[in-house]
Nanobody
Framework: EELLVEAGGNLAQPGGSLRHSCAAP????????MSWVRQAPGKGLEWVSG????????YYAGSVKGRFTISRDNAKGRLYLQMDSLKTQDTAVYYC???????WGQGTQVIVVS
């Protein structure tokens, strides 16, 4: 069974950085568009970023543009989210997902506190 497995840091201060990864076993990763979404407690899902299967085209929500960077390594089956200049408003559970929502990572809590 092909699963998405997330890993990365959980805690940061405002202005700090975290890097999350998403591992996708299987040979089909290189042909699948991917996204990162997040959800704060009691709130709905918020789309954060996405890239096409080749990684050449990237998209960002206005709230994170200029601070977050999405990238991928298709040879390793890995998707990444580099989070810089973190704000308290970035506190949420972060998920990687295929663009059509077929597969999801388990979610990783990010807490940004001064």
């Amino acid at each position: 069974e092909e699963l998405l497995v997330e890993a990365g840091g959980n805690l940061a201060q405002p202005g700090g950085s975290l890097r999350h990864s998403c591992a996708a076993p299987g040979s089909s990763f290189s042909s699948i568009d991917m996204s990162w979404v997040r959800q704060a407690p009691g709130k709905g899902l918020e789309w954060v970023s996405g890239n096409n299967s080749g990684g050449m085209t990237t998209y960002y929500a206005g709230s994170v543009k200029g601070r977050f960077t999405i990238s991928r390594d298709n040879a390793k089956g890995r998707l990444y989210l580099q989070m810089d200049s973190l704000k308290t408003q970035d506190t949420a559970v972060y998920y990687c997902t295929t663009a059509m929502g077929i597969y999801w990572g388990q979610g990783t809590q990010v807490i940004v506190v001064s």
